[in-house]
């Protein structure tokens, strides 16, 4: 069975979908839907349109560069049928295929620990820069209730020592006081 892939967008396309435009020069251009082929009269560059493959590889979001890929190179070369050739070379598309899969999940990987750290870098400046707004009024509480305690304790002692010296204020000595009888 022989998947070709679109012109535009370069996903794959199955035996009996997509259409073909054949131009006056004879080059053959497939197309997966109609979406494709309508950007492609619209002269529509593929490597800017978003949703294309080769938009994601120029872009860097999909692997683009690996030497794995060179094994899925068409080659027009006719070569005549060896059995052991054939094994060999379909055990060596499982091991390539299964190579690919690990580099791009790995790929893929990178790229998005690089974006969480580009996000919590820009969430703590964005803390340290708006701390009023996120501020709780219970933030200080601790410290409020220690100096409140503090002064109440100051309070207390102030109050006694008033207390005391009204008291030696009071206390008059009656040996002194002999002068005066009632």
Not at 55 to 63: I, Q
Not at 103 to 125: A, F, N, P, W
Request: contains cysteine.
């Amino acid at each position: 069975m022989r998947i070709d892939t679109c012109y535009f967008c370069s996903s794959k396309i199955y035996p009996g979908h997509g259409m073909h435009f054949v131009r006056n020069d004879c080059k053959v251009f497939k197309f997966c839907r109609s979406k494709c082929h309508r950007a492609f009269q619209k002269k529509k560059n593929p490597r800017r349109v978003r949703w294309t493959k080769a938009y994601r590889k120029a872009v860097g979001k999909e692997l683009a560069v690996d030497p794995s890929f060179e094994i899925e190179k068409r080659r027009n070369i006719p070569m005549k049928y060896d059995r052991e050739f054939w094994q060999m070379s379909m055990e060596a598309i499982r091991k390539v295929t299964e190579i690919q899969k690990k580099r791009q999940s790995t790929y893929v990987m990178q790229r998005l620990r690089k974006g969480r750290e580009v996000e919590q870098h820009r969430d703590i400046r964005e803390v340290q820069r708006d701390m009023a707004l996120i501020r709780s009024p219970a933030a200080g509480l601790k410290q409020r209730l220690a100096t409140e305690e503090k002064l109440l304790e100051e309070e207390q002692e102030n109050d006694v020592e008033m207390v005391t010296a009204t008291e030696e204020e009071n206390n008059i000595d009656h040996s002194k006081l002999s002068y005066i009888k009632i």
